[in-house]
């Protein structure tokens, strides 16, 4: 978390529980006014590790055709 110097005491806890949770697979993060982006990633996920590549299509594709992939336990 030293990444992400401006965050609360709160809002570190929420993280670290967001990043350790068995059903989350990709955490991303990013300051308001700072350049850094924080992610972390399960690394059994084949979409998470495909965002955390960096590379082939901008973010905001990857993060639209992960708002249309089915949920977890969903059909498609």
Same mark, same amino acid.
């Given at each position: 978390?030293?990444?992400?110097p401006?965050?609360?005491?709160l809002? +570190?806890?929420a993280?670290?529980?967001l990043? +350790?949770?068995? +059903?989350?697979? !990709?955490?991303?993060?990013k300051?308001?006014?700072?350049?850094t982006?924080?992610?972390?990633?399960?690394?059994?996920?084949?979409?998470?590790?495909?965002?955390?590549?960096?590379?082939?299509?901008?973010?905001?594709?990857?993060?639209? +055709?992960?708002?249309? !992939?089915?949920?977890?336990g969903?059909?498609?």
């Open positions: 978390m030293r990444y992400l401006s965050l609360t005491i809002e +570190r806890l993280l670290w529980v990043v +350790r949770s068995p +059903r989350t697979s !990709l955490v991303v993060v300051e308001l006014h700072w350049p982006v924080f992610t972390a990633a399960n690394p059994n996920d084949p979409i998470s590790g495909y965002v955390t590549q960096g590379d082939a299509e901008p973010a905001s594709m990857q993060l639209e +055709r992960i708002y249309h !992939l089915p949920s977890y969903e059909d498609e």
